[in-house]
């Protein structure tokens, strides 16, 4: 194997270096004849391998898939085939360049292609050898075509073939030492393809044809037209193949004009696009004048030589498309010719209209700069002699409306010119001014423009008429004007009021159309429109003014005796009502007047200068007048004459608070005249009908109104002949009340004015006799608790009083007995009193005593009530006898024995009793002021107590206390209550018993005197009883138990049995020592 691949190594001049090589690795130790035939093996075979490398050179072919393999043809080579197909190089890099990775031909048929590291030079090919036949004849142009057409197609090898065919026969390159073997070889490989694969010739030929007419081999730039002129057309641009008739289409050409000329399909100086397969004509304009040239440059993407991969001499040179050289390029520039052109000049330029956010004068600017088009000729501006062309431009002023107006290319039909002025230029850069007026606020737009008519001699140099666009942003301002506000006020429902309403006044803003155009400016609206933007707001300032107590004002300046009241600013956010109001009430009654202004001072510093401020409106005008009117007063007495026909009544009245002139006033400045009387009626209400507003209507007018100036002042005995009290037929004037009542109509100075019939000081009660009717309880019943404070309550009920007087009921304890006051300890007498005014004539109202029930223990007290009004009595009850106004106060008497069953009395014993476990206490509980009800359940709870107030506690700890239930069968009966406990830690002591009787839950009783004797009793040891010695007990049968004895042999027979028991204690505990002793012998034993 090591041999087999070292030949494949070799090249053809190393291979006798190899065979010796290859014999010296298998030399060894003297070889057996197994060896020596083994060697004469590999002899024969290196001489059959040599045979083939010298003999067949030209076979040799490197190939794979990337190149494809082509046909292999015999007979051109001495031994093997030569094959017709592309090879792949075997060397990296040459002259360090690094070889592409295009597939490489063979040009010397002859020659092995070369191996790694043998391709050692790179050139370029330009020119063919053309060796073959013509039909085969190719130029390197045409050849290179083919390649990058087809010698991508590797799977094809009639393809590959045919093409490695047609390099042999067109660059087939000498041998060197052996001039015309190369025509030998073509002549030769020609014969052989002919003859064995003619579909490799036909393929040849196909190509051959194909190349010749799709190869580019032609690039014409043209001849131009329309030399001195101001167009033209350049005609004749192409690419045309081996036929300089016929034209290649599709190759990309870009031409480029240098020089004063466009062309006009593109409007520029290039023009791009691709060859057609007939000659290409591109029209030319001027845009300037001077010379033109230009340049067609075409794109090559095809290469128009080859590469030779060049080797030592002993290998074949090769060829390939790769490694494309500079000298080749991806474009072909071909100039064309230079030539003359004329031109004009287009005049313009660039506007700038003048802005202010609010026009004060009425003036519109715009500006423009002169310029050329510089897209158009030369772009320069046109000299004549070395001096500019003058040019005339116009500037249009056009009134665009209130909203924003719409660009356009045109101005539109109809719209409203505001002006026009013509300025004249004098070069390009220059800056030219327009101003015109606009009498109305709104849209304004300009447009300059160049009329070629109005250029005189010189419109042969303008091109055209030039104008810019209508409604260009750069060249429409929003003239806004200020404006002047100012208004009219009116006070409206404010004309009359009363004193403590807040004053105010209604203005209606509007602008002055007299200013400007009479508008009430706007901010910018919707895309700038002056018709939905929101109004500029304008603050208002309302000043009032106190005028007069009783005079109008005179329109004019604010006089000196004039008062300022007050100053309010008020918004207006656009024409249209606004009101003013002050922030206090007005309490001073008389005339009062509003001026309106606009301040400067007042407007926020953004609105102030669309606001033409210093308006203000005259004082005093009859519309911002306000009359505050006087609230005029009137009291009266009422008051009677007793006469022989009966009894009249009179009434004395104080007018005043009108206005001191009234009512002399006669109208004036949109306010009436005073109203000249005031009436005073006579109302009676018969009793029983409450004297009330609400009942006027129903009450009866007595006699004739009397009627009496309006004016302030007094007017004693007003009355009539009518004002009668009413009487019954008895004679008796009739139970009622009389009130006169005052109206006074009012009128713009004087508030109108209506008494009321509740007003005591109108009225004149005649009353029936006061009664009263009492009733004096505590708690709901007439029995006080004799202990704390009590709280009586009598409720006095009255009868004809006269309702809105005032009253006062004053109440008296006294002794039901001897009709004396009863007094408090300190000695004041206990009495009680309520003031009060009765809505009704009949009613009640309650009269309370605080008492000291323990002062009042076991007695009765009754109460009177005395009736009084303005300091007189007029009604008294005063019945001792009345036990509805009689409270009796409870008082306990108490009496405790002994209760033991020992005690002499089951009644209650003696206060000494035994310390015993059980002792028992009669308590003995009589109320003596007979308050007990028979038949009712009390309860009566009864505690012991030591004589200092604390509780006695038995043997459970708790203290010794007892609840009773107690029905008495008459008002005095007394309750026994026994009270039993362990007292036999009590000897030597005292005990007291307090009590408590209840009703219900109420207590009405109670006796807790720790110093009553009769409630006090004694505790002393009790007697030791005898001792008695203990009786034998009788025999008793063994079956029968024996009888249980009685208390002392009891003790007696308790000792017995603990000797009883202390004996056999004894015994068990001898016998136990017994046990153990013999229990550890035996264990000492068993040891």
């Not at 070889?99 to 063919?128: F, H, N, R």
């Not at 794109?299 to 030779?308: K, Y």
């Not at 287009?346 to 956010?357: A, C, D, H």
């Not at 109104?705 to 005995?717: D, H, I, K, T």
Request: charged share 20%.
């Amino acid at each position: 194997m090591q041999i087999r691949m070292t030949l494949f190594s070799m090249h053809k001049n190393n291979i006798v270096k190899g065979l010796v090589s290859t014999m010296a690795i298998t030399t060894g130790p003297k070889p057996t004849p197994y060896v020596i035939r083994v060697c004469l093996a590999f002899l024969m075979v290196f001489a059959l391998a040599g045979a083939g490398l010298f003999g067949g050179a030209g076979a040799r072919a490197d190939w794979d898939h990337s190149v494809g393999r082509g046909i292999e043809i015999k007979g051109v080579n001495i031994v093997g085939h030569l094959r017709l197909g592309p090879h792949y190089a075997e060397t990296q890099s040459i002259n360090g360049v690094a070889v592409e990775g295009y597939p490489i031909w063979c040009i010397q048929a002859k020659y092995a292609d070369p191996g790694p590291g043998e391709m050692i030079d790179i050139t370029t090919l330009t020119e063919s050898r053309a060796l073959g036949p013509g039909e085969l004849q190719l130029s390197t142009p045409q050849m290179a075509w083919l390649l990058n057409r087809y010698e991508g197609n590797t799977t094809d090898d009639l393809n590959l073939a045919a093409l490695s065919y047609l390099i042999h026969v067109n660059f087939e390159k000498e041998y060197p030492g052996r001039p015309g073997r190369a025509q030998e070889t073509v002549n030769e490989l020609v014969q052989a393809v002919r003859t064995q694969r003619p579909d490799i010739e036909e393929r040849a030929q196909s190509y051959v044809r194909e190349a010749r007419a799709s190869a580019a081999v032609g690039y014409v730039s043209g001849i131009v037209e329309g030399e001195g002129e101001r167009s033209g057309v350049i005609r004749g641009i192409g690419v045309h193949p081996d036929n300089s008739e016929a034209w290649l289409p599709g190759i990309p050409v870009a031409i480029t004009l240098s020089g004063p000329a466009v062309f006009d399909a593109s409007g520029s100086a290039t023009w791009s696009g691709v060859t057609d397969s007939k000659p290409l004509e591109l029209a030319w304009s001027a845009t300037g004048n001077g010379q033109v040239s230009y340049t067609a440059v075409f794109d090559t993407p095809v290469r128009t030589t080859l590469t030779i991969f060049g080797a030592d001499g002993t290998v074949q040179d090769t060829i390939t498309y790769g490694h494309r050289p500079v000298s080749d390029p991806l474009t072909r520039n071909v100039p064309g010719r230079t030539w003359e052109v004329i031109y004009d000049f287009q005049p313009l330029g660039t506007s700038k209209v003048s802005t202010r956010p609010i026009n004060t004068d009425g003036v519109i600017r715009d500006t423009l700069t002169t310029a050329v088009k510089e897209d158009y000729g030369d772009g320069k501006w046109t000299q004549v002699k070395g001096i500019n062309v003058p040019v005339t431009y116009r500037a249009t002023a056009y009134w665009a409306g209130r909203t924003s107006p719409q660009r356009s290319d045109t101005v539109p039909e109809g719209a409203e010119v505001l002006g026009a002025v013509t300025v004249q230029a004098k070069g390009p850069g220059e800056t030219l001014t327009a101003e015109l007026s606009t009498p109305k606020r709104g849209f304004v737009t300009w447009v300059w423009e160049v009329r070629k008519n109005e250029q005189g001699e010189n419109s042969r140099y303008i091109h055209a008429d030039w104008a810019d666009s209508y409604a260009l942003p750069e060249e429409t301002s929003r003239e806004e004007f200020p404006f002047r506000p100012l208004g009219i006020s009116h006070v409206a429902d404010a004309k009359v009021v009363d004193t403590g309403t807040v004053l105010s006044d209604t203005f209606v803003a509007r602008a002055d159309e007299n200013f400007r155009d009479g508008e009430w400016s706007r901010r910018p609206g919707t895309n700038g429109s002056f018709e939905d933007g929101p109004f500029i707001p304008v603050t208002y300032r309302a000043t009032a003014w106190y005028v007069s107590p009783t005079a109008i004002p005179e329109p004019g300046v604010v006089p000196a005796s004039s008062e300022k009241i007050g100053s309010v600013t008020v918004v207006a956010e656009g024409p249209g009502p606004i009101r003013a109001e002050l922030s206090e009430p007005v309490s001073k009654p008389g005339m009062y007047t509003w001026v309106w202004e606009v301040l400067e001072e007042d407007q926020p510093a953004e609105f102030a200068p669309w606001i033409e401020s210093g308006w203000s409106d005259t004082f005093g005008l009859a519309d911002e007048t306000t009359s505050v009117r006087y609230p005029g007063k009137i009291d009266s007495a009422l008051s009677i004459r007793q006469t022989k026909s009966g009894t009249y009544l009179v009434d004395d009245v104080w007018v005043s608070c009108l206005p001191a002139n009234h009512p002399d006033f006669t109208g004036g400045a949109g306010f009436r005249a005073d109203t000249q009387t005031l009436t005073h009626t006579l109302l009676f209400f018969p009793e029983g009908q409450a004297v009330t507003d609400e009942n006027r209507a129903a009450a009866r007018q007595i006699g004739q109104p009397v009627v009496l100036p309006a004016r302030n002042g007094f007017y004693p005995s007003v009355g009539d002949p009518s004002w009668i009290m009413e009487q019954d037929a008895a004679g008796e004037n009739l139970p009622g009340t009389y009130v006169v009542v005052s109206d006074f109509a009012g009128d713009d100075r004087a508030a109108p004015l209506a008494t009321s019939v509740t007003d005591v000081t109108e009225q004149f009660t005649v009353t029936r006799e006061p009664s009263l009717h009492t009733t004096m309880h505590h708690e709901d019943t007439h029995i006080a608790p004799n202990t704390g404070t009590v709280t009586l309550v009598d409720t006095v009920s009255y009868q004809h009083l006269i309702p809105g007087k005032e009253y006062e009921v004053h109440g008296a304890l006294l002794d039901p007995t001897s009709g004396q006051p009863l007094r408090d300890a300190s000695g004041s007498a206990l009495t009680g009193t309520s003031r009060f005014v009765p809505e009704h004539p009949n009613g009640s109202v309650e009269v309370v005593f605080e008492v000291d029930a323990a002062t009042l223990a076991g007695t009765k007290v009754v109460a009177t009530e005395t009736l009084r009004q303005d300091g007189r009595d007029i009604a008294i009850h005063a019945d001792l006898n009345d036990t509805n106004q009689t409270v009796t106060f409870t008082r306990l008497a108490t009496r405790a024995r002994d209760g033991a069953a020992s005690a002499a009395d089951h009644a209650g014993g003696d206060q000494t009793l035994s310390a015993t476990a059980d002792a028992v206490i009669v308590d003995e509980v009589c109320e003596l002021s007979g308050a007990l009800i028979p038949g009712e359940a009390y309860r009566i709870e009864t505690a012991a107590m030591f004589l200092d107030g604390t509780p006695v506690l038995g043997k459970d700890g708790a203290p010794v206390r007892t609840v009773s239930d107690f029905i008495p069968g008459s008002p005095s009966e007394c309750a026994r209550i026994k009270l039993g406990f362990d007292a036999s830690g009590l000897a030597g002591r005292e005990v007291v018993l307090f009590e408590w009787v209840y009703l219900g839950d109420r207590l009405i009783s109670e006796h807790t005197d720790p110093l009553d004797s009769e409630q006090t009793v004694r505790f002393e040891e009790p007697p030791v009883p005898p001792t008695t010695p203990p009786a034998t007990p009788p025999a008793t049968p063994p079956t029968t138990p024996p009888a249980t004895p009685p208390a002392p042999p009891e003790l007696q027979r308790t000792g017995a049995a603990l000797a009883g028991w202390l004996l056999a204690g004894l015994t068990a505990l001898a016998g136990g020592l017994t046990l153990r002793y013999r229990a550890n012998s035996r264990s000492s034993a068993t040891r």
